[in-house]
């Protein structure tokens, strides 16, 4: 069965940082792109971030790019998000959503969420 | 950025009836889009990608046409537990953009 639990969510003051990370099972972690997809409460979803399965290549929302950064560690079997200089608007539960698909990429299999949230 | 725009916002159906929920791209995305259904407090399921391509395991009243700029999700008689909120995704080029949902009520 495929699992992803995501870790790390907290209260963290503005400016301050949190890491992030998604333990995966069920399948064979180091052919998967995976991202990161959070949701401010009561608000939709917003694409946060991707890795290549390898780790080479990634790609960030541009309200995120420059502060955080996306990583795995396939040995390992998870994903992790650095997040830092961390403002009041990244309140929101942060998913890690593995992406299948080929050229036509989807998320597939999602965790149950993390909350992660900054305020003073 | 290749923004996503879904209509409704939100709208009020009975069980048996049949909803399309329209989801509109700035530009071309070809096929790339897929629509996720998520419950209040749960994490989104993935119901249609590639525009037409039913997820495993999703029921067959659920549908998806449409190419380019203009998609649809269609739910043929409705059943209680499709109420929820919609989001159409656009994976065509990062950033993965989605749609800003459209929430299913019981009418």
């Known amino acids: 069965e495929v699992q992803l639990v995501e870790s790390g969510g907290n209260l963290a003051q503005p400016g301050g940082s949190l890491r992030l990370s998604c333990a995966a099972s069920?399948?064979?972690?180091?052919?998967?792109?995976m991202n990161w997809v959070r949701q401010a409460p009561g608000k939709g979803l917003e694409w946060v971030s991707y890795i290549s399965s390898g780790g080479s290549d990634v790609s960030y929302a541009d309200s995120v790019k420059g502060r955080f950064t996306i990583s795995r560690d396939n040995a390992k079997n998870s994903v992790s998000l650095q997040m830092n200089s961390l403002r009041d608007e990244d309140t929101a539960v942060y998913y890690c959503?593995?992406?299948?698909?080929?050229?036509?990429?989807?998320?597939?299999?999602w965790g149950q969420g993390t909350l992660v949230t900054v305020s003073s | 950025d290749i923004q996503v725009t879904q209509s409704p916002s939100s709208l009020s159906a009975s069980v048996g009836d049949r909803v399309t929920i329209t989801c509109r791209a700035s530009q071309t995305i070809i096929t790339y889009l897929n629509w996720y259904q998520q419950k209040p407090g749960r994490a989104p399921k993935l119901l249609i990608y590639a525009g037409t391509s039913l997820q495993s395991g999703v029921p067959s009243r659920f549908s998806g046409s449409g190419s380019g700029t203009d998609f649809t999700l269609t739910i043929r008689s409705l059943q209680p537990e499709d109420f929820a909120t919609y989001y159409c995704q656009q994976s065509y080029i990062p950033p993965f953009t989605f749609g800003p949902g459209t929430r299913l009520d019981i009418k």
């Open positions: 069920g399948f064979s972690f180091g052919i998967y792109r």
């Open positions: 959503a593995r992406a299948s698909g080929g050229n036509f990429y989807h998320f597939d299999y």
